[in-house]
């Protein structure tokens, strides 16, 4: 079982436009309405490759009812811990060249017995887990040491824990000593604040992260793949795709990621693979099986230092 924990959860609408230009009319070509959020989107991509997963979903409002029904079709077993104000909608518009403009609402405000009812419903429901995902931007009211505190309440269970978050919710929660850590490159930068252009500089940065509490850290770099850097040793991956929409690509590489493992060059392999898969797909859609192209991934045991990471 993996037990995921989406703080900031949405109802995604993707909308698909010819060109965006600001200020004008524009009449979509395609759009889709989709559960959001990052882990409520690893949850979607584990249960739809057959695996078992457990979704804490903090839900308000008709919002919080229309996420609830939207992930009624998707296997997964919502734990659903009701608050007061409404689950915020989230809006990307996407473009021929798979340009993605996202538009994230800030969320809704939640309460302090709301926030403490989130982490008791969170603890309760991992004995059976073997990861727990805490993803997601952190709403109003949160403090940035919430998932920090969720580490360490976690820690007595021995089970895993994975963040994927941003801002100075990451840096906090990276010294609480997460086994794993998924930061793409605005996230990765803003934490050891300062520009990554190399792979030696994504390694350097990963390394200070390792240094300062994470167990793992696997970078996510858009068309250029991902980097894991761990104790076994460091490895570059990517697979082709056709891009179609992004929204939602980091998580499924991380769902891939956790699948094959969590751990070592197969898994990572797994996770590009995914990530690949996710971003041929319009909206968010969660790859399965059939949309998985294992051929066009490619791992680097003797990383590249000097290849660029910017697309
Ligand atoms: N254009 C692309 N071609 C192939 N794979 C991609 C492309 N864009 C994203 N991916 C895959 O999706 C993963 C996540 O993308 P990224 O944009 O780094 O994360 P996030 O969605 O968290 O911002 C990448 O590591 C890669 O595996
Ligand atoms: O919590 P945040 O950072 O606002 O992000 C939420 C958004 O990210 C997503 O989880 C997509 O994540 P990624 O594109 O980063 O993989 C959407 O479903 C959701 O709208």
């Given at each position: 079982m993996f037990v995921t924990l989406t703080a900031n959860p949405s109802v995604d609408r993707t909308v698909e436009v010819a060109r965006l230009t600001r200020g004008d009319l524009h009449r979509a070509t395609g759009a889709t309405l989709q559960p959001g959020g990052k882990g409520i989107n690893v949850a979607r991509a584990l249960v739809r490759n057959g695996h078992k997963a457990r979704a804490v979903v903090p839900a308000g409002g008709a919002e919080g009812d229309q996420l609830i029904s939207l992930l009624e079709d998707c296997d997964i077993d919502v734990v659903r811990v009701r608050t007061e104000k409404p689950v915020r909608s989230n809006i990307s518009i996407v473009e021929p060249d798979a340009t993605v403009t996202k538009l994230n609402e800030i969320g809704p405000r939640l309460s302090a017995q709301e926030i403490e009812t989130v982490c008791d419903v969170l603890l309760a429901n991992v004995?059976?887990?073997?990861w727990v995902v805490v993803a997601g931007s952190l709403p109003p009211g949160?403090?940035?040491?919430f998932y920090a505190a969720l580490i360490e309440r976690l820690a007595p269970t021995g089970v895993r824990v994975v963040v994927d978050t941003s801002g100075p919710a990451f840096r906090t929660s990276v010294k609480a000593g997460p086994a794993l850590v998924k930061p793409n490159l605005d996230e990765l930068e803003e934490a050891v604040d300062r520009r990554l252009d190399t792979v030696r500089d994504i390694v350097d940065a990963a390394q200070e992260l390792r240094f300062l509490g994470a167990g793992k850290v696997l970078a996510s770099l858009g068309s250029k793949g991902a980097v894991l850097v761990e104790d076994a040793g460091i490895w570059c991956a990517n697979a082709s795709a056709e891009p179609r929409?992004?929204?939602?690509a980091g998580d499924a590489m991380l769902a891939g990621f956790l699948a094959a493992g969590g751990s070592g060059p197969q898994a990572l392999a797994t996770a590009v693979a995914w990530g690949a898969a996710a971003v041929s797909l319009p909206g968010s859609t969660m790859p399965g099986p059939q949309d998985?192209?294992?051929?066009r991934v490619r791992v680097e045991p003797h990383p590249g230092w000097d290849e660029k990471v910017r697309e």
């Open positions: 004995a059976d887990a073997r949160v403090g940035e040491d929409s992004s929204v939602g998985v192209e294992a051929r």
